[in-house]
């Protein structure tokens, strides 16, 4: 028996299937739209806006400028905005009290958000760094970020930022036990609806960088307390990966509602596994720092911004996210038809 000629031509042509943009359209496996968003917004104490200088076309905004944005994404189909504090370097101090502020910004702006656009969700980061003068995100003794003693400010501070409406907590310290902690104090406050995002696996990383100019928080550690000026002690190392799903099995087995991943690009693994393995709402943050890569490209005429923006913001839905919290929220929901 002679054996079988060799095909000429390939029988399957998997270029087939990409010869038009009806049947691309047709055979594609993930969408990303609007409801997979959640606006990350910096808000300061001031009035109008004020540009990032390191996150080109990005501001922080005023109170007012940021209910007037919750209408924005109400209009735009953004699910919901994570907001985060500017705070006046002259009035933070070692234990960031001004986190406890009853009368403070984010306070304000969830409940300005709220009265403007109900329909919208607004996240409120649980964390003392944008409010401490060191830039950490604990109470420090003797060089050292004590654990429980911040998980009770913490604590006191959700409940604030709950009482005045905000509909997800998302704690983003890394300090062992705050969901568990924060979730029964939310449970015996009445706010048994408020959920819970926590940043489950979040790593020490250069990718924040640009985060520290939004927030007013400069540069990490002051030697007078010997505290280190990286947040090592707290967050991971971006060398592991098991140790991820350990922290977000612990978050999951607190109460955690979703859970995070942060950062975003360069953490697609992780991601993944996460999604794969605990099958529980998970989020990507593209943080700062990637939104300043993508900008400082795109500026240049380097990349191509309304690609560059969906490809990346894609890449979290084919990795399996639930959504992405990133500043492109409002330009990406225009580019997809918003
Ligand atoms: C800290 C916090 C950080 C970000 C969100 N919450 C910075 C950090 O952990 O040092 C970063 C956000 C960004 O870079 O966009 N609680």
């Known amino acids: 028996m002679s054996p079988a000629p060799l095909a000429a031509y390939p029988a399957l042509r998997l270029r ?3 010869q038009a943009d009806w049947v691309r359209r047709l055979v594609r496996e993930t969408v990303l739209t609007p409801s997979d968003l959640i606006w990350s917004m910096v808000v300061h104490e001031g009035e109008g806006e004020i540009p990032v200088s390191s996150m080109p076309g990005v501001s922080r905004l005023s ?7 919750a209408v924005e994404a109400r209009k735009l189909g953004i699910p919901a905005i994570a907001i985060f504090p500017h705070i006046d370097g002259a009035r933070k101090d070692a234990t960031g009290s001004l986190a406890l502020d009853p009368n403070g ?28 003068d060191h830039g950490h ?15 009770e400010k913490l604590v006191a501070q959700g409940l604030i930022q709950a009482e005045a ?3 997800i907590l998302a704690p983003s310290d890394m300090m062992d036990g705050r969901v568990g902690v924060l979730r029964q104090a939310l449970e015996g406050a009445g706010h048994q609806d408020v959920m819970i995002m926590s940043y489950a696996a979040k790593y020490a ?7 520290r100019e939004a927030i007013g928080s400069g540069k990490l550690g002051t ?5 280190p000026g990286d947040k090592k002690t707290y967050q991971m190392d971006h060398a592991n990966t098991e140790e991820a799903l350990r922290e977000v099995a612990l978050d999951i087995a607190e109460g955690a509602d979703m859970v995070m991943v942060k950062p975003g690009m360069p953490y697609l693994d992780i991601v993944q596994r996460v999604a794969e393995t605990f099958r529980v709402p998970t989020f990507a943050f593209q943080v700062s720092g990637e939104y300043a890569m993508i900008k400082a490209a795109t500026g240049n005429g380097w990349l191509d911004e309304e690609r560059a923006i969906l490809e ?13 919290i990133t500043y492109f929220a409002p330009v990406a929901a225009r580019l997809l038809g918003a």
């Open 16 to 18: 087939r299937l990409r």
């Open 205 to 211: 990383s250069a990718f924040y960088g640009p985060y």
């Open 312 to 324: 990346s913001l894609g890449a979290f839905k084919r990795a399996g996210a639930a959504g992405i």
């Open 137 to 151: 995100d604990g109470v420090i003794e003797n060089g050292r970020i004590l654990n429980d003693a911040t998980i």
């Open 165 to 167: 409406g905000a509909d």
């Open 223 to 227: 030697g007078s307390v010997g505290n």
């Open 63 to 69: 109170v007012k400028k940021a209910a007037e944005a």
């Open 105 to 132: 910004v984010i306070i304000r702006a969830v409940k300005a958000m709220k009265d403007a656009a109900p329909e919208v969700g607004i996240m409120c980061d649980v964390a003392l760094d944008p409010f401490t």
